[in-house]
């Protein structure tokens, strides 16, 4: 019996690794660099295919911009007990969902992201997720088929 999908909201400062920098190299990068305990554990608490958010953080741009794949569970990185897991980009938001958007809408209210602002990992509950994904019309990759606005056609992301 497999594991239960799990979703989670991993942030980042885009002047020190965006949305641009995650696309390159094939996608795939280690997401490192998180000190704080409690962000450490959702980490840990990752499982193989599990979806995150990508988010960009700091003062000009609050904003969920892509979805991202676990590739490689956590895995330690020194005797400090810091460690990565390793991450590939699903695809870009359709839309940008803003943080300010996000406040307002009412089937968020309880979202992580509100209630521990500070942590660079949260986990995301399904429903959140879904209403997300709705808020920016879903994201590249998902499966879902979307009318062309150009020319009408249908075109499957």
């Not at 660099?33 to 980490?43: E, H, P, R, S, T």
């Not at 996000?102 to 990992?121: D, I, N, T």
């Not at 499966?143 to 249908?154: N, P, W």
Request: charged content about 35%; aromatic content about 10%.
């Amino acid at each position: 019996m497999g594991k239960e999908k799990q979703y989670w909201l991993l942030k980042t400062e885009p002047g020190e690794w965006s949305w641009e920098d995650q696309a390159a190299n094939n996608g795939i990068t280690k997401w490192d660099g998180v000190k704080n305990k409690q962000a450490q554990k959702y980490l840990k608490s990752m499982n193989l295919d599990d979806l995150c958010f990508f988010y960009h953080s700091g003062a000009k741009a609050r904003r969920v911009v892509g979805v991202v794949k676990l590739v490689r569970e956590w895995y330690s990185e020194g005797e400090d007990g810091v460690g990565a897991v390793d991450v590939k980009a699903i695809g870009e938001m359709r839309r940008p969902i803003d943080l300010k958007e996000m406040k307002g809408e009412e089937g968020l209210k309880g979202f992580a992201l509100f209630r521990q602002p500070r942590l660079s990992v949260v986990p995301v509950s399904e429903d959140v997720w879904l209403k997300v994904c709705d808020l920016g019309g879903g994201f590249e990759g998902d499966g879902v088929v979307v009318e062309d606005d150009v020319s009408g056609d249908e075109v499957d992301d």
